[in-house]
């Protein structure tokens, strides 16, 4: 296929965006274009001033599931080590009052999830209304109660339990939609299925590192309230922008950072840094104080944070 016959099936498969389901067009757009090769340059015409009038009327989508392609500024961001990871996908409907709380990422996959704008849940509790888009893994519950279904097309399956629902297709790959403590969960979790579109521009950007490993997951409640984690691991570490409240808490001066630090309860430590706080808490048996200091040593803040999405529709 040469350049102007790739642009032409572009630029038509964007034109199909706009339809149910894109592959009966592009199947007879290839059919079509077999049977009348000989009037390619008419075709490449015709397709290029198409091109033109869809950039002029600013309606070219992105496709419906293709994630970034290699030189898409999205790709670009993709370091591979963990520090910007493009989620690729994102809905395009959200039910009313609901604003983006948490971007999650890992080896397995992404995590993306919405709440309501005055939810003081933390997302990571599961608590109140929420909508969730995970890409890259399977739904963990088990195979029993699922139904099947279609999302623009292709064939999923959704089930309703314990006060959500869950959608789940697979596209380029494994696509995951949750939602709970709404009415008419079904509905809603085929809905913003329906709506998923590829996304080139939302990126998971790590607000910290421990020598190789990025932190996992970024939530807040606003871009000046916000924490970032990274577990699990012998040693959970957390950098949050809220100082914490320690009256009534065993305490204990240690040396941190170069700085005097606190040590929690025998088992956590925490210092500032600028205006963020971080922490190193043990999740096993047998590790010491000087592990907790070692580790919070070893943590690295990313430059210049993006936290303007926490709270975004």
Same mark, same amino acid.
């Not at 059919?31 to 390619?40: G, Q, S, Y």
């Not at 001033?49 to 500024?73: H, Q, W």
């Not at 591979?80 to 948490?102: C, I, M, R």
């Not at 963990?140 to 064939?155: E, F, S």
């Given at each position: 296929?040469?350049?102007?016959?790739?642009?032409?099936?572009?630029?038509?498969?964007?034109?199909?965006?706009?339809?149910?389901?894109?592959?009966?067009?592009?199947?007879?757009?290839?059919?079509?274009?077999?049977?009348?090769?000989?009037?390619?340059?008419?075709?490449?015409?015709?397709?290029? %001033? /198409?091109?033109?009038?869809?950039?002029?009327? $600013?309606?070219?989508?992105?496709? #419906? *599931?293709? +994630?970034?392609?290699?030189? &898409? %500024? /999205?790709?670009?961001?993709?370091?591979?080590? $963990?520090?910007?990871?493009?989620? #690729? *996908?994102? +809905?395009?409907?959200?039910? &009313?009052?609901?604003?983006?709380?948490?971007?999650?990422?890992?080896?397995?996959?992404?995590?993306?999830?919405?709440?309501?704008?005055?939810?003081?849940?933390?997302?990571?509790?599961?608590?109140?209304?929420?909508?969730?888009?995970?890409?890259?893994?399977?739904?963990?519950?088990?195979?029993?109660?699922?139904?099947?279904?279609?999302?623009?097309?292709?064939?999923?399956?959704?089930?309703?339990?314990?006060?959500?629902?869950?959608?789940?297709?697979?596209?380029?790959?494994?696509?995951?939609?949750?939602?709970?403590?709404?009415?008419?969960?079904?509905?809603?979790?085929?809905?913003?299925?329906?709506?998923?579109?590829?996304?080139?521009?939302?990126?998971?950007?790590?607000?910290?590192?421990?020598?190789?490993?990025?932190?996992?997951?970024?939530?807040?409640?606003?871009?000046?309230?916000?924490?970032?984690?990274?577990?699990?691991?012998?040693?959970?570490?957390?950098?949050?922008?809220?100082?914490?409240?320690?009256?009534?808490?065993?305490?204990?001066?240690?040396?941190?950072?170069?700085?005097?630090?606190?040590?929690?309860?025998?088992?956590?430590?925490?210092?500032?840094?600028?205006?963020?706080?971080?922490?190193?808490?043990?999740?096993?048996?047998?590790?010491?104080?000087?592990?907790?200091?070692?580790?919070?040593?070893?943590?690295?803040?990313?430059?210049?944070?993006?936290?303007?999405?926490?709270?975004?529709?």
């Amino acid at each position: 296929m040469n350049d102007t016959e790739q642009l032409i099936k572009e630029a038509l498969g964007k034109v199909a965006e706009r339809t149910p389901h894109p592959g009966p067009t592009l199947n007879a757009l290839r059919r079509k274009r077999k049977r009348h090769h000989r009037n390619v340059f008419l075709i490449a015409t015709a397709g290029m %001033a /198409a091109v033109a009038v869809l950039i002029f009327a $600013g309606v070219i989508a992105s496709d #419906k *599931y293709t +994630p970034p392609r290699g030189n &898409d %500024a /999205a790709a670009v961001l993709m370091s591979g080590n $963990g520090q910007n990871v493009a989620l #690729k *996908y994102a +809905p395009h409907w959200l039910p &009313d009052g609901f604003v983006e709380t948490l971007r999650a990422a890992d080896d397995d996959g992404t995590t993306r999830v919405w709440m309501l704008s005055d939810a003081t849940a933390n997302p990571l509790s599961g608590d109140g209304p929420r909508v969730q888009l995970s890409s890259g893994t399977n739904h963990a519950d088990g195979p029993d109660g699922w139904q099947d279904a279609t999302v623009r097309g292709l064939k999923a399956r959704v089930k309703e339990f314990a006060g959500q629902a869950v959608v789940e297709w697979k596209a380029q790959v494994t696509l995951v939609v949750q939602v709970s403590g709404l009415d008419g969960l079904r509905e809603t979790a085929l809905r913003v299925a329906d709506s998923v579109r590829a996304d080139s521009n939302a990126v998971y950007q790590a607000p910290f590192k421990v020598k190789d490993k990025h932190a996992n997951a970024f939530h807040g409640t606003s871009p000046d309230d916000w924490t970032a984690q990274l577990s699990p691991a012998p040693v959970d570490v957390t950098v949050f922008s809220r100082a914490p409240d320690l009256s009534g808490k065993q305490t204990a001066p240690v040396t941190v950072r170069g700085k005097q630090g606190v040590l929690l309860d025998g088992r956590q430590v925490l210092v500032q840094e600028g205006g963020l706080w971080i922490a190193a808490m043990s999740t096993e048996q047998g590790k010491t104080v000087d592990d907790l200091v070692a580790t919070v040593n070893d943590v690295e803040i990313a430059p210049d944070l993006d936290t303007g999405w926490i709270r975004k529709n």
